[in-house]
């Protein structure tokens, strides 16, 4: 079993020094991997970013990050990244990364995401200049998730966002905003590239569990939706035995994503 320790939403400002570094230090043996799913400062200044650096440098797992709304706020995303990446961090956007843990090759797959809506109740690509280009990005950025993921030869594949995929995990949030909080352009990338998990945050008032139409277990990890320093899943992968070959893996399924354990 891999265990991915997760949190969203953690919102380090220069005021929060050493308040993250005990929640690495608890996770010591009890967790593979801490994906941390946006918004890890409060106003996206260098200096938050800082911060956040000196805390997660002290992690003994490794730490795989998205950047959220709060972090573009300062036109300074490049900054932060390049201040996460220096502290030992893996920055996603567009990209992937793979761990080999035990023997079992675990790929996470990220991009912040955006708006746009779900079924029934999305924008498109009609209209005024400006709503045409929010569509459009909204869809580019499924779209090189959705090619990260493909990408992967791995055993168990991880889809990280900032925005949600699905409508599920919105639940507590007001329904008028929900163009704002996710799309479901990102949860169609994740069926398509045959994600096994989905973790994401910014709904504060959200839920935590939801599903793709595909199957793909979602779960809203947003630190005031868990309620705890941060959650931990245990996802494996089952094998089969044939008696013409040797065991071999397949994807794991919702049946094994644990309910979340909080340190």
Do not use: W
Not at 56 to 79: K, M, R
Request: aromatic residues 4%; charged residues 20%; proline residues 6%.
């Amino acid at each position: 079993m891999i265990r991915i320790a997760a949190v969203g939403d953690i919102h380090l400002g220069t005021d929060s020094a050493g308040t993250f570094a005990p929640v690495l230090r608890d996770l010591v043996g009890r967790a593979d991997v801490l994906l941390l799913a946006g918004d890890l400062t409060q106003h996206g200044r260098p200096e938050e970013a800082e911060v956040v650096a000196a805390e997660i440098a002290q992690a003994e797992i490794p730490v795989i990050a998205v950047l959220g709304n709060h972090d573009y706020h300062g036109d300074a995303e490049e900054e932060i990244t390049a201040i996460l990446t220096a502290a030992g961090a893996t920055v996603l956007e567009g990209a992937a990364t793979i761990l080999d843990i035990g023997g079992v090759r675990l790929g996470v797959a990220g991009v912040k995401g955006f708006g746009g809506g779900f079924a029934g109740a999305s924008g498109s690509d009609f209209g005024e200049p400006l709503m045409k280009a929010f569509i459009r990005h909204a869809r580019d950025v499924a779209n090189n998730l959705r090619f990260a993921l493909e990408a992967m030869d791995c055993d168990i594949r991880v889809a990280l966002t900032h925005y949600a995929p699905v409508p599920d995990t919105l639940i507590g949030e007001r329904a008028e905003i929900y163009p704002f909080l996710g799309c479901y352009h990102l949860a169609e990338a994740m069926d398509a590239g045959r994600a096994d998990l989905a973790l994401h945050g910014h709904a504060h008032a959200g839920s935590e569990r939801g599903s793709t139409a595909g199957g793909v277990p979602v779960r809203n990890v947003a630190r005031p939706v868990i309620g705890k320093a941060c959650a931990l899943y245990e996802i494996g992968v089952r094998t089969t035995i044939d008696a013409k070959s040797p065991p071999a893996r397949t994807p794991p399924h919702s049946a094994e994503l644990a309910a979340p354990l909080v340190p």
